[in-house]
């Protein structure tokens, strides 16, 4: 049985769109075994997939010491491959058949398309998102059948990216007006949950699903809704790698490298320059128009 050490990311917005690679590795090599280092985020994403045996959690430590804790964890065992998102040099010192380095540093075009330069071929590459049965079950008893529902996630990793609570406040009243029932997703932490309470406490009839530690448990959430509207984020990543139809709303950060991926993934940005034009810029209407054209597209 082939062991393939797969090395990525700390946010969980990068780790899944780093899962586009892992996912077509098992597609090649589908009996292999895989252990997955990353972040602490990330974690209880990549253990809900059903080929990974190990997930190495790396916590950043002062003098990079992380990366002789990573090299300690997996040098005593023989990788038929090693590949390394992170450029870290840790897969130089590892006993392997063959090595998969992508150089770190930001370059220009989309994050997913840089994944492809590990393949010879440069194959498409789609994210996944994967859920255990228990974490199946929990999700349609927290959203039962009996409603429909939108996902909103109004919070993001730092304030420039975020959508003002206002406007998700009346696009979500414009969903109920649909039949949809709003449901809040958020991360865990009081920061984020601080971020995410105005739209909670104003938004009536509003699910509150934020907050949940396996994100396991978030995709099978997602997978329930009809559709998912929120900011660049590691939600909205998620949510357009479980195939959820997914409405991505970008200010200053760049599309064109971020864009959600996946087979019902669209964006809408503000006007303005890309990285410069502020999020507050996009107006509700256009939101709640590209929204129901998703709806539409999904019958």
């Not at 080929?51 to 990366?67: F, G």
Request: proline share 7%; charged share 20%; aromatic share 8%.
């Amino acid at each position: 049985m082939k062991r393939i050490l797969f090395i990525t990311a700390n946010r969980l917005g990068d780790a899944v769109i780093s899962s586009g690679a892992l996912a077509e590795l098992i597609r090649r090599y589908p009996e292999a075994r895989f252990t997955i280092a990353c972040g602490p985020v990330a974690a209880s994403y990549f253990e809900a997939c059903p080929h990974v045996e190990r997930v190495i959690v790396v916590s950043k430590r002062r003098y990079d010491l992380h990366w002789v804790s990573l090299w300690w964890a997996c040098f005593g065992r023989w990788w038929d491959m090693v590949v390394d998102l992170r450029g870290s040099g840790v897969s130089l010192f590892l006993p392997t058949l063959r090595r998969r380095i992508l150089r770190g540093g930001r370059r220009p075009g989309a994050r997913i398309g840089h994944l492809a330069a590990l393949f010879r071929d440069r194959p498409s590459l789609l994210p996944q998102a994967w859920s255990r049965p228990e974490q199946t079950g929990l999700a349609g008893q927290a959203l039962p059948d009996s409603g429909r529902y939108c996902a909103l996630a109004p919070t993001a990793n730092w304030d420039g990216k975020i959508w003002p609570a206002e406007k998700f406040i009346a696009l979500g009243r414009a969903m109920q007006a649909h039949g949809l029932v709003p449901a809040i997703f958020y991360g865990p932490g009081e920061e984020e949950r601080a971020r995410a309470m105005p739209v909670l406490v104003t938004l009536e009839g509003a699910v509150d699903l934020g907050g949940q530690a396996e994100l396991g448990l978030v995709t099978a959430l997602l997978r329930r809704c009809a559709l998912f509207v929120g900011n660049d984020s590691g939600l909205m990543h998620l949510a357009a790698a479980a195939a959820v139809p997914t409405l991505g709303l970008f200010g200053p950060s760049r599309a064109s490298e971020y864009a959600p991926t996946g087979p019902k993934a669209r964006f809408v940005a503000a006007p303005g320059p890309e990285g410069e034009a502020p999020i507050a810029g996009l107006s509700t209407e256009r939101v709640v128009q590209e929204a129901c054209a998703l709806l539409a597209d999904e019958g």
